[in-house]
Protein backbone atom coordinates (compact mmCIF):
# COMPACT_ATOMS: atom_id res chain seq x y z
CA UNK A 1 0.00 0.00 0.00
CA UNK A 2 1.48 3.15 -0.81
CA UNK A 3 -0.22 6.23 0.56
CA UNK A 4 1.98 8.53 -0.73
CA UNK A 5 0.21 8.04 -4.20
CA UNK A 6 -2.97 9.65 -5.38
CA UNK A 7 -5.08 9.87 -8.20
CA UNK A 8 -7.03 13.03 -9.07
CA UNK A 9 -10.30 13.22 -11.16
CA UNK A 10 -9.49 15.52 -13.41
CA UNK A 11 -11.54 17.72 -16.13
CA UNK A 12 -9.32 20.32 -17.21
CA UNK A 13 -11.25 22.98 -15.43
CA UNK A 14 -10.30 25.52 -12.99
CA UNK A 15 -10.91 23.40 -9.67
CA UNK A 16 -9.43 20.20 -10.95
CA UNK A 17 -6.58 21.82 -12.28
CA UNK A 18 -6.27 23.52 -8.85
CA UNK A 19 -6.56 20.29 -7.50
CA UNK A 20 -4.12 18.59 -9.83
CA UNK A 21 -1.25 20.84 -8.69
CA UNK A 22 -2.54 20.81 -4.93
CA UNK A 23 -1.91 17.27 -5.22
CA UNK A 24 1.44 17.50 -6.75
CA UNK A 25 2.53 19.90 -3.57
CA UNK A 26 1.43 17.03 -1.28
CA UNK A 27 1.93 13.60 -2.87
CA UNK A 28 5.15 11.83 -4.02
CA UNK A 29 3.44 10.79 -7.22
CA UNK A 30 0.10 12.02 -8.80
CA UNK A 31 -2.04 10.35 -11.72
CA UNK A 32 -5.47 11.38 -13.02
CA UNK A 33 -8.31 10.39 -14.51
CA UNK A 34 -10.49 12.29 -17.09
CA UNK A 35 -14.03 11.65 -18.40
CA UNK A 36 -15.57 11.78 -21.58
CA UNK A 37 -19.31 11.41 -20.97
CA UNK A 38 -20.83 13.32 -24.29
CA UNK A 39 -20.11 16.29 -22.28
CA UNK A 40 -20.94 20.01 -25.45
CA UNK A 41 -17.82 21.17 -23.63
CA UNK A 42 -15.54 17.85 -25.04
CA UNK A 43 -13.02 20.63 -25.65
CA UNK A 44 -12.39 20.19 -21.95
CA UNK A 45 -10.53 17.08 -22.08
CA UNK A 46 -7.78 18.30 -25.10
CA UNK A 47 -7.05 21.21 -21.88
CA UNK A 48 -6.86 18.07 -19.70
CA UNK A 49 -4.42 16.34 -21.42
CA UNK A 50 -2.17 19.10 -22.22
CA UNK A 51 -2.51 20.49 -18.54
CA UNK A 52 -1.24 17.01 -17.21
CA UNK A 53 1.39 16.45 -19.68
CA UNK A 54 3.25 19.56 -18.86
CA UNK A 55 2.61 18.45 -15.40
CA UNK A 56 4.14 15.00 -15.74
CA UNK A 57 1.32 13.74 -14.46
CA UNK A 58 -0.16 10.45 -15.96
CA UNK A 59 -3.87 10.66 -17.40
CA UNK A 60 -6.23 8.40 -17.96
CA UNK A 61 -9.21 9.29 -20.79
CA UNK A 62 -12.26 6.94 -19.53
CA UNK A 63 -15.00 6.89 -21.96
CA UNK A 64 -18.62 6.76 -20.29
CA UNK A 65 -21.50 7.50 -22.96
CA UNK A 66 -24.15 5.85 -20.82
CA UNK A 67 -24.49 8.87 -18.50
CA UNK A 68 -25.65 11.12 -21.34
CA UNK A 69 -28.70 7.89 -21.93
CA UNK A 70 -29.46 8.41 -18.12
CA UNK A 71 -29.72 12.11 -17.14
CA UNK A 72 -31.24 14.99 -19.51
CA UNK A 73 -29.43 18.15 -19.14
CA UNK A 74 -28.51 20.55 -20.78
CA UNK A 75 -24.59 19.41 -20.78
CA UNK A 76 -25.53 16.70 -22.62
CA UNK A 77 -28.18 17.23 -24.60
CA UNK A 78 -27.60 19.63 -27.27
CA UNK A 79 -31.07 20.52 -27.83
CA UNK A 80 -32.27 21.92 -24.69
CA UNK A 81 -31.26 25.45 -24.19
CA UNK A 82 -28.95 25.99 -21.11
CA UNK A 83 -29.94 28.17 -17.84
CA UNK A 84 -28.30 30.89 -17.47
CA UNK A 85 -29.20 31.64 -13.54
CA UNK A 86 -30.26 28.92 -10.82
CA UNK A 87 -34.25 28.60 -10.76
CA UNK A 88 -36.15 29.05 -7.62
CA UNK A 89 -37.01 26.34 -5.68
CA UNK A 90 -35.13 23.57 -8.37
CA UNK A 91 -31.73 22.57 -9.77
CA UNK A 92 -30.75 23.95 -12.69
CA UNK A 93 -30.89 22.05 -16.38
CA UNK A 94 -26.77 21.56 -16.27
CA UNK A 95 -27.08 19.27 -13.20
CA UNK A 96 -25.95 15.70 -14.52
CA UNK A 97 -28.10 13.52 -11.95
CA UNK A 98 -25.11 11.06 -10.78
CA UNK A 99 -21.99 12.63 -12.27
CA UNK A 100 -19.66 12.96 -9.12
CA UNK A 101 -21.22 9.71 -8.17
CA UNK A 102 -20.03 7.76 -11.14
CA UNK A 103 -16.78 9.54 -11.46
CA UNK A 104 -15.69 8.64 -8.45
CA UNK A 105 -16.99 5.43 -7.79
CA UNK A 106 -15.20 4.85 -11.37
CA UNK A 107 -12.07 6.21 -10.28
CA UNK A 108 -11.91 4.32 -7.01
CA UNK A 109 -11.79 1.16 -9.00
CA UNK A 110 -9.26 2.46 -11.47
CA UNK A 111 -7.45 3.73 -8.08
CA UNK A 112 -7.47 -0.15 -6.47
CA UNK A 113 -6.17 -1.54 -9.73
CA UNK A 114 -2.94 0.74 -9.33
CA UNK A 115 -2.26 0.58 -5.61
CA UNK A 116 -3.96 4.48 -4.65
CA UNK A 117 -5.37 5.02 -1.73
CA UNK A 118 -5.98 8.64 -2.04
CA UNK A 119 -8.73 9.93 -4.46
CA UNK A 120 -8.42 13.77 -4.98
CA UNK A 121 -11.83 15.67 -6.43
CA UNK A 122 -12.33 19.88 -6.49
CA UNK A 123 -16.39 19.24 -5.00
CA UNK A 124 -16.99 21.97 -3.14
CA UNK A 125 -19.88 23.31 -1.00
CA UNK A 126 -19.15 27.02 -0.73
CA UNK A 127 -19.38 27.42 -4.54
CA UNK A 128 -21.38 24.38 -6.34
CA UNK A 129 -24.49 25.78 -8.21
CA UNK A 130 -26.84 23.81 -6.04
CA UNK A 131 -25.47 20.62 -7.04
CA UNK A 132 -26.44 17.40 -4.23
CA UNK A 133 -23.44 15.67 -5.18
CA UNK A 134 -20.83 18.32 -4.32
CA UNK A 135 -21.86 18.70 -0.39
CA UNK A 136 -19.73 17.22 2.06
CA UNK A 137 -22.35 15.05 3.43
CA UNK A 138 -22.09 12.93 -0.08
CA UNK A 139 -18.74 12.94 -0.29
CA UNK A 140 -18.37 11.36 3.26
CA UNK A 141 -21.08 8.98 2.81
CA UNK A 142 -19.39 7.87 -0.91
CA UNK A 143 -16.01 7.50 0.90
CA UNK A 144 -17.53 4.89 3.49
CA UNK A 145 -19.97 3.01 0.90
CA UNK A 146 -16.72 2.88 -1.96
CA UNK A 147 -14.22 1.49 0.87
CA UNK A 148 -16.98 -1.07 2.32
CA UNK A 149 -17.77 -2.07 -1.48
CA UNK A 150 -14.30 -3.01 -2.00
CA UNK A 151 -12.51 -3.92 1.50
CA UNK A 152 -10.60 -0.98 0.97
CA UNK A 153 -9.16 2.18 3.27
CA UNK A 154 -9.36 5.02 0.54
CA UNK A 155 -9.29 8.58 1.39
CA UNK A 156 -11.03 11.22 -0.39
CA UNK A 157 -9.73 14.38 -0.29
CA UNK A 158 -11.43 17.64 -1.47
CA UNK A 159 -9.59 20.91 -0.69
CA UNK A 160 -12.05 23.30 -2.55
CA UNK A 161 -14.74 21.87 -0.23
CA UNK A 162 -15.05 25.23 2.19
CA UNK A 163 -13.41 27.55 -0.41
CA UNK A 164 -15.19 30.07 -2.49
CA UNK A 165 -14.32 30.94 -5.82
CA UNK A 166 -11.69 33.84 -4.87
CA UNK A 167 -10.58 31.70 -2.22
CA UNK A 168 -9.53 29.22 -4.80
CA UNK A 169 -7.58 31.83 -7.32
CA UNK A 170 -5.99 32.39 -4.37
CA UNK A 171 -4.98 28.78 -3.83
CA UNK A 172 -3.81 28.87 -7.23
CA UNK A 173 -1.79 31.64 -6.89
CA UNK A 174 -0.37 30.39 -3.60
CA UNK A 175 0.89 27.01 -5.63
CA UNK A 176 2.02 29.36 -7.91
CA UNK A 177 -0.20 28.07 -10.84
CA UNK A 178 -2.93 31.13 -10.99
CA UNK A 179 -1.53 31.98 -14.93
CA UNK A 180 -1.54 28.73 -15.97
CA UNK A 181 -5.29 28.10 -14.32
CA UNK A 182 -6.43 31.04 -15.70
CA UNK A 183 -4.71 30.59 -19.04
CA UNK A 184 -4.77 27.05 -19.71
CA UNK A 185 -7.95 25.33 -17.86
CA UNK A 186 -11.51 25.04 -19.29
CA UNK A 187 -14.37 25.68 -17.14
CA UNK A 188 -16.78 26.95 -19.60
CA UNK A 189 -19.97 24.80 -20.38
CA UNK A 190 -19.47 26.57 -24.23
CA UNK A 191 -16.19 25.04 -24.66
CA UNK A 192 -13.41 28.37 -24.55
CA UNK A 193 -10.43 28.14 -23.24
CA UNK A 194 -9.51 30.32 -20.75
CA UNK A 195 -11.64 33.40 -19.59
CA UNK A 196 -14.53 31.54 -21.56
CA UNK A 197 -17.69 33.41 -23.14
CA UNK A 198 -18.40 34.73 -19.82
CA UNK A 199 -22.36 33.97 -20.17
CA UNK A 200 -22.48 30.39 -19.12
CA UNK A 201 -22.63 29.59 -15.55
CA UNK A 202 -19.65 28.31 -14.99
CA UNK A 203 -17.88 31.34 -16.41
CA UNK A 204 -19.91 33.73 -14.31
CA UNK A 205 -18.68 31.90 -10.79
CA UNK A 206 -15.39 31.77 -12.38
CA UNK A 207 -14.96 35.56 -13.57
CA UNK A 208 -17.08 36.72 -10.22
CA UNK A 209 -14.51 34.90 -8.06
CA UNK A 210 -11.50 36.12 -10.12
CA UNK A 211 -12.38 39.47 -10.01
CA UNK A 212 -12.67 39.74 -5.83
CA UNK A 213 -9.64 38.17 -5.64
CA UNK A 214 -7.74 40.62 -8.34
CA UNK A 215 -9.53 43.54 -5.60
CA UNK A 216 -8.37 41.78 -2.77
CA UNK A 217 -5.05 41.52 -3.83
CA UNK A 218 -5.03 44.84 -5.14
CA UNK A 219 -5.91 46.42 -1.69
CA UNK A 220 -4.24 43.84 0.21
CA UNK A 221 -0.78 45.55 -1.64
Known amino acids: MNRNN ?74 MTMDTEKPINALPNTFVAGRNLFFISIAAVYAREIDVKNIVTGVSQTDFSGYPDCRDSFIRSLNVTLNLAMDEEFVIHTPLMWLDKAQTWQLADTLGVLEIVRNQSLTCYNGIVGDGCGHCPACKLRKAGLEKYLLELKIKN
Not at 8 to 24: P, Y
Not at 29 to 53: L, M, N, P, R, S
Request: aromatic fraction near 12%; include cysteine.
Open 6 to 79: CLVVFSGGQDSTTCLFWAKKNFEKVFAICFDYGQKHVAEIEQAKKIAESADVPLRIMQIPFINQLSHNSLTDFS
